[in-house]
C-alpha cells in the first residue's frame, strides 16, 4: 500500500503500485506474478500508459474521456466505491487529521481489518 498527499494525480502513482503488487494465489502451482487486466476510469486515460501497461503484458480496460458513460466498467468499479464507502465510516478516515503518515497508515490498516472481520462473521 502507498501513501500519497492528495494534492498529487493517482496516475504518477499507477506504475509503482503494480510493480507492489505481491504474487497472487490462485489454482495450483505457482503464483502469477502479474495481473492479467486492469480496470481504471477516465483519470487514467493516456495513452503512454496504456503502451506501458501493454509492455508488461497487462491488458488495459481504462474508460475513455469524451466518451459518454456505458462502457461496462461501472460493474467492476462498484466494488471499489463500495470499499471506499466503508473506509469512511471511519470518521478519522474520512477527513485526516494526522499530520504523520504512519499514524494514517495504522489507522488505514486497522480499518482495513475491521472490515474484513465483519465480512467474516457475515459470511460464517
Known sequence: MTLIGG???DVTQLLPLLDAVPPIRGRR???RRKLRRLYADRGYDFDKHRRLLWKRGIKPLIARRGVA???G???VRCVVERSFAWLHQSKRLRIRYER???LHQGLLELACSLICLRRLRTQS
Request: proline letters at 7%; glycine letters at 20%.
Open 73 to 75: 466498467l461501472g460493474k
Open 69 to 71: 458513460h456505458g462502457s
Open 7 to 9: 494534492n498529487r494525480h
Open 29 to 31: 502451482g505457482r503464483p
Open 100 to 102: 504523520r503518515a504512519d
